[in-house]
């Protein structure tokens, strides 16, 4: 087996631990932050200042640092309409039509969101009470969308190999697929 077959499992793996470890001690913040905010409100009448803002900033970071992860999964909602339409030997089109479609969408919406970044920058565009500039947090939420897409992209390509049957086994559409397929 190749070296570089051997490595972007591995590459993979590694990006996704990171993502879901960041989102996950991010959301033990909020926690903390919201149980130390409630406390100190009904016990010491002494709210602590900001914690709305960096509950907002926590929640934004949370849900577009877990995007990647739920893309490459397939784990996001989805009304199975166009199920009972396709046959079962052609699932493969489908599937690489609607991820080059979410990947199209992802991308438009990244360099948007990037622009945005840029112009709070530009500006200088702080939280109201805690003054943390807010291009940080939108130039992530930037990087995470286009991050997105290419896994999306990646997951097209997937289908697509699979299906003209260049990946034999072991693709998504494989029910021998680990995790991520359509019909988990």
Excluded: K
């Excluded at 709305?52 to 199975?80: G, K, N, Y």
């Excluded at 699932?91 to 991820?99: D, G, K, P, Q, S």
């Excluded at 709070?120 to 702080?126: K, R, S």
């Amino acid at each position: 087996m190749s070296t570089s077959a051997l490595l972007w499992p591995r590459v993979g793996r590694g990006l996704q631990l990171t993502l879901e470890g960041v989102a996950g001690a991010t959301l033990f913040g909020m926690m903390l932050l919201t149980t130390a905010d409630v406390t100190g409100r009904y016990f010491f009448n002494s709210p602590i200042l900001g914690a709305v803002e960096l509950t907002q900033l926590m929640l934004a970071a949370l849900v577009f640092l877990s995007l990647p992860v739920v893309c490459w999964r397939q784990e996001h909602i989805s009304v199975d309409l166009l199920d009972a339409i396709f046959p079962a030997r052609l699932i493969w089109v489908r599937e690489v039509l609607v991820n080059l479609l979410v990947t199209a969408a992802l991308w438009v919406m990244a360099r948007r969101v990037w622009a945005l970044a840029e112009r709070a920058f530009e500006w200088g565009d702080v939280t109201e009470f805690l003054r943390i500039p807010y291009g940080y947090l939108i130039g992530l939420i930037a990087i995470m969308l286009a991050l997105s897409a290419l896994l999306t992209l990646a997951r097209a390509v997937l289908y697509l190999l699979e299906g003209v049957r260049v990946i034999p086994q072991g693709g998504p559409l494989s029910p021998s697929a680990e995790r991520g397929g359509p019909h988990d």
